[in-house]
């Protein structure tokens, strides 16, 4: 999978996508003491970033944590970002934690001391202050809601948002799929017989809720629409570009 130019795009910072990653999250994997344990809905994310995870009380990771030495790193936390739509390489990006728990009201308290995320662009090492005082994008929770709906009901419109797209970038796809959303802008997957590539549509400001969104999308769409158009995707699918 590659990324392809689009010009300048305003994006997330790697703080704050780290916390979208979190805040979004459904499951995470904990691997402590030389052992890997999968959560699902068990964990929660306070403001400044520490993750509260409740555990059975016999589990063996609350032992270790209660055991451990305070402040030396014991635990690794991974949380797996997924595409919501149905596309080729779903998994957008892979966060990691690395720090110490501590027993917390009957629940486990982790303190990352490193944060390292890693994207198609490849991977980073997020500062902990900016970790700690950022905050997720306004739309991830909403996310997989809104790019569902947009992949299932209006088809017609992501088709037309690629009128936005260069036509170097088009050559050969056979399916365009919206990958991500962000109060920046959308990122649609396209998909080759061979390969695959991201491209990043900009909002002209950014979205701070749905409603925004909503005016963000359509002024794309007024965009797409007095776009020149010289070869569509359409035609792309039926001669495949010499790529089939």
Do not use: K, N
Not at 92 to 108: E, I, M, P, T, V
């Amino acid at each position: 999978m590659g990324v392809d130019t689009h010009g300048w795009t305003a994006a997330p910072s790697a703080a704050e996508r780290a916390r979208s990653v979190l805040a979004a999250a459904w499951s995470c994997a904990v691997t402590a003491e030389g052992a890997r344990e999968e959560f699902v809905g068990a964990h929660t994310v306070t403001d400044d970033g520490r993750v509260l995870l409740e555990v059975p009380e016999d589990s063996a990771l609350l032992a270790a944590a209660v055991c451990a030495p305070r402040g030396e790193p014991s635990a690794v936390l991974e949380f797996a970002d997924a595409a919501p739509v149905p596309v080729r390489d779903r998994i957008r990006a892979r966060l990691w934690l690395a720090g110490w728990f501590s027993a917390q009201d009957g629940a486990l308290a982790f303190q990352p001391t490193r944060v390292v995320l890693r994207q198609a662009s490849g991977a980073v090492l997020v500062d902990l202050d900016d970790f700690a005082t950022g905050a997720p994008d306004p739309l991830a929770t909403a996310e997989a809601r809104l790019l569902t709906h947009l992949a299932d009901c209006h088809a017609d419109a992501v088709e037309r948002l690629t009128r936005l797209v260069d036509m170097g970038s088009l050559h050969g796809a056979v399916r365009v799929q919206p990958l991500a959303v962000d109060r920046h802008g959308l990122t649609l997957r396209i998909e080759r017989v061979r390969a695959d590539g991201d491209v990043r549509l900009p909002f002209h400001a950014p979205a701070d809720d749905v409603a925004a969104l909503t005016e963000r999308m359509h002024a794309l769409l007024s965009q797409a629409a007095a776009a020149s158009c010289p070869r569509t995707l359409q035609r792309q699918r039926a001669d495949g570009d010499g790529d089939g």
